[in-house]
């Protein structure tokens, strides 16, 4: 079967740098998403990855090592309103998208 | 302002009653989806439609219902045949590309009283 592995939740503290990983088994790969979902609205997205390495937005970077089927999403600089769930999703083979559960990522001042 | 719009935000439903959910978007996408949240689980797709009066079914399609009538407009019905409908339903769209990203919706939550 397909399987996404996240962690349940993570805690950090504002103005640190916190990773979050993110483990796959898929039949297929055609790229990784990252998305940020506050409590009771809608994702958005946040960085795509299809080949190995890092790419990076501001903030906000993800890593791909697609032999280890293995992503990380890292948030530097953190902010009160980083305080939301973030969720990996990968296509597979069928370019049909595969979620993991999200991991809830709670900021302590 | 482009976007994707869902109705309604917060909706109650007797048990045995039919409800129709909609979505608008007019960001000119052509594939649209429904996907159902539950807690502690990833998304889970119902239905997906790449173009109109054409639409496939997710892994969890029973109970539910699409059309899509229009390229803007993609409704989903809840039947009273789903036996667990409470949850929070999300539309999403996207370019037809390998690196299309979803734009969602904001989301309507569904309650079976």
């Known amino acids: 079967g397909q399987n996404i592995d996240q962690p349940t939740e993570m805690t950090a503290t504002e103005g640190a740098i916190v990773q979050i990983n993110c483990t796959y088994q898929?039949?297929?790969?055609?790229?990784l998403f990252w998305y940020q979902q506050h409590a009771g609205e809608a994702p958005t997205f946040l960085s795509y990855?299809?080949l190995d390495g890092l790419e990076e937005k501001g903030r906000f970077s993800s890593f791909l090592s697609r032999s280890k089927g293995y992503s990380y999403l890292l948030l530097k600089e953190l902010q009160m309103k980083d305080s939301a769930s973030y969720l990996c999703?990968?296509?597979?083979?069928?370019?049909?998208?595969?979620w993991g559960a999200g991991t809830k990522l709670i900021i302590k001042p | 302002d482009g976007g994707i719009t869902q109705s309604p935000k917060y909706l109650f439903r007797k048990e045995g009653q039919n409800v129709t959910l909609s979505c608008e978007q007019n960001?000119?996408?052509?594939?649209m989806y429904w996907y159902r949240q539950d807690p502690g689980q990833g998304l889970r797709l119902i239905y997906y439609?790449?173009?109109?009066?054409?639409?496939q079914k997710g892994d969890i399609a029973e109970g539910y219902s699409v059309s899509r009538e229009k390229k803007e407009s993609f409704p989903l019905t809840v039947t009273s045949a789903q036996k667990n409908p409470t949850a929070f339903y999300l539309c999403?769209?996207?370019?037809?590309?390998?690196?299309?990203?979803?734009?969602f919706g904001e989301g309507s939550r569904l309650t079976v009283l």
């Open positions: 439609s790449q173009i109109v009066n054409d639409f």
């Open positions: 960001l000119n996408h052509d594939a």
């Open positions: 999703a990968v296509k597979d083979s069928n370019y049909q998208l595969i």
């Open positions: 898929t039949s297929g790969f055609n790229g």
């Open positions: 999403a769209s996207s370019m037809l590309t390998d690196t299309g990203e979803l734009f």
């Open positions: 990855n299809v």
